[in-house]
């Protein structure tokens, strides 16, 4: 049974910084794509960004770049979502989401992590 577990989210004030960790297992993780996403309250899921298999390539939304970074630990089976410069409107649930190749659909997905962020 594939499982991805997100942790690391929380409360932080504005101008903090939190890691969200997203773990892996039931899968080969190496051979996929992760990504990460987010769904404020109200409004629809957004993607946050991506990183290749091997960790290699990342690409972001244009509202998170700059302030977010995804990095990935083969290893370990588990992806990274570093956030810096925290404001409210980064507060969301977090998912991370795995698929096979740049051209499918994501195939797996978290229950999610709460970021909530005050002023």
């Known amino acids: 049974q594939v499982q991805l577990a997100e942790s690391g989210g929380g409360l932080v004030q504005a101008g903090g910084s939190l890691r969200l960790s997203c773990q892996a297992s039931?899968?080969?993780?190496?051979?996929?794509?992760m990504g990460w996403f987010r769904q404020a309250p109200g409004k629809e899921r957004e993607v946050v960004g991506s990183i290749t298999w091997s960790g290699g390539s990342t690409s972001y939304a244009d509202s998170v770049k700059g302030r977010f970074t995804i990095s990935r630990d083969n290893a370990k089976n588990t992806v990274y979502l570093q956030i810096n410069s925290l404001s409210p409107e980064d507060t969301a649930v977090y998912y991370c989401a795995g698929k096979l190749g740049a051209g499918r659909a994501y195939a797996y997905w978290g229950q999610g992590t709460q970021v909530t962020v005050s002023s």
């Open positions: 039931g899968l080969t993780f190496s051979p996929y794509r």
